[in-house]
């Protein structure tokens, strides 16, 4: 009777390993296998907002119902629109949307995911994790002042060449590289492609591939695709990228990634060429990536920063974003600021 019994558990606990190496992806080489498309969209924000305080989780009940009311708001901004409407008044209305509310994005280009990120079965308010506050430490004095130098670059639209008052005639519409990385299309807003690896407001899709010496993550927005090399080094420090310099190692089945050598505008604003990210991936379970990061700029925050979240596999195609070669509106900006400070200087002769 024991031995039949010695003979039932262990053809349990075989069947158990068998299943569980089946669920687990590796490689050829023995690494854990991450190649896949994976849908980073979700509702969960990168801060949390003030009122949780240092509570990181809601309740089922509650993110269930955030997902409820984004469904139900996707659904009211997809409705028909009366097609004899008027047109929006000259330089907009001044209400919140693109350019003044003149029109931009509706519902059908936007896509932030329709759930709440949970890790270990528990929903987050946050991205951030560290500070516990669930947001990015403070600013150093330095970088207050280099966000009010880039936010005073810009012109309120109201449909004049109103930078001409300035004094030096200069104006944020003078060439393409006074214009926004994103307005020219060099990386994509909100770190999606980072590093750190954000979510954005549409095209979360990221496709991982990797071999046993390199490992690329092609990001779906703009066209950023991030190259690690396993087991590398840095280049020398006069060596810059847009996307800073990626190197890679293994820790147990968790592939560490850690970035440095940015140029002076990392996608994470507003840090510095100095900034260090150490990046963290590993398999939560056979259809999901758990990501994690950390972010380190003492001439830009006061303390360093931390979070995590999920990243879910899909069976979606991650299709190309044409940005830079479509990118008709960046010349149209120019063109348009041209012609208002044509009209300017006529009604002032």
């Given at each position: 009777?024991?031995?039949?019994?010695?003979?039932?558990?262990?053809?349990?606990?075989?069947?158990?390993?068998?299943?569980?190496?089946?669920?687990?992806?590796?490689?050829?080489?023995?690494?854990?296998?991450?190649?896949?498309?994976?849908?980073?969209?979700?509702?969960?924000?990168?801060?949390?907002?003030?009122?949780?305080?240092?509570?990181?989780?809601?309740?089922?009940?509650?993110?269930?119902?955030?997902?409820?009311?984004?469904?139900?708001?996707?659904?009211?901004?997809?409705?028909?629109?009366?097609?004899?409407?008027?047109?929006?008044?000259?330089?907009?209305?001044?209400?919140?949307?693109?350019?003044?509310?003149?029109?931009?994005?509706?519902?059908?280009?936007?896509?932030?995911?329709?759930?709440?990120?949970?890790?270990?079965?528990?929903?987050?308010?946050?991205?951030?994790?560290?500070?516990?506050?669930?947001?990015?430490?403070?600013?150093?004095?330095?970088?207050?002042?280099?966000?009010?130098?880039?936010?005073?670059?810009?012109?309120?639209?109201?449909?004049?060449?109103?930078?001409?008052?300035?004094?030096?005639?200069?104006?944020?519409?003078?060439?393409?590289?006074?214009?926004?990385?994103?307005?020219?299309?060099?990386?994509?807003?909100?770190?999606?492609?980072?590093?750190?690896?954000?979510?954005?407001?549409?095209?979360?899709?990221k496709r991982i591939v990797h071999g046993p010496d390199t490992v690329v993550i092609l990001v779906e927005m703009v066209h950023d695709a991030r190259v690690i090399r396993i087991g590398g080094e840095h280049p020398p420090d006069d060596v810059r990228y847009w996307m800073g310099d990626s190197i890679g190692w293994w820790e147990d089945d968790t592939l560490v990634v850690e970035t440095t050598n940015f140029n002076d505008t990392p996608a994470q604003m507003p840090a510095t060429r100095n900034l260090k990210v150490t990046e963290r991936f590993e398999r939560q379970d056979a259809d999901n990536l758990h990501y994690s990061f950390t972010v380190e700029d003492p001439a830009t925050w006061q303390d360093k920063w931390s979070g995590d979240y999920v990243w879910p596999e899909s069976d979606e195609n991650i299709y190309e974003y044409a940005c830079h070669e479509g990118n008709y509106a960046m010349g149209n900006i120019l063109r348009g600021a041209r012609r208002l400070e044509r009209e300017a200087l006529a009604a002032s002769e």
């Open positions: 009777m024991k031995l039949a019994l010695t003979f039932a558990l262990a053809a349990v606990a075989t069947a158990a390993l068998a299943t569980a190496e089946s669920d687990e992806k590796r490689t050829p080489w023995g690494t854990p296998d991450f190649t896949g498309t994976y849908d980073t969209a979700t509702l969960t924000p990168v801060q949390r907002p003030n009122y949780y305080g240092t509570n990181l989780y809601i309740s089922k009940e509650e993110a269930e119902k955030r997902a409820k009311d984004q469904a139900a708001g996707i659904a009211a901004g997809s409705s028909n629109k009366d097609p004899k409407r008027e047109a929006p008044p000259q330089g907009g209305d001044g209400s919140p949307g693109a350019a003044g509310n003149v029109g931009g994005y509706n519902t059908f280009w936007i896509d932030m995911g329709d759930t709440v990120n949970a890790v270990d079965g528990k929903f987050r308010t946050s991205i951030i994790t560290y500070p516990e506050n669930g947001r990015r430490p403070g600013l150093t004095p330095e970088a207050q002042q280099r966000i009010r130098a880039f936010y005073g670059s810009f012109a309120r639209n109201d449909g004049t060449a109103s930078w001409l008052n300035r004094g030096d005639g200069s104006g944020p519409y003078d060439n393409p590289e006074r214009l926004t990385l994103a307005d020219r299309c060099l990386q994509g807003f909100s770190s999606t492609g980072g590093p750190p690896m954000m979510p954005a407001l549409y095209n979360n899709h």
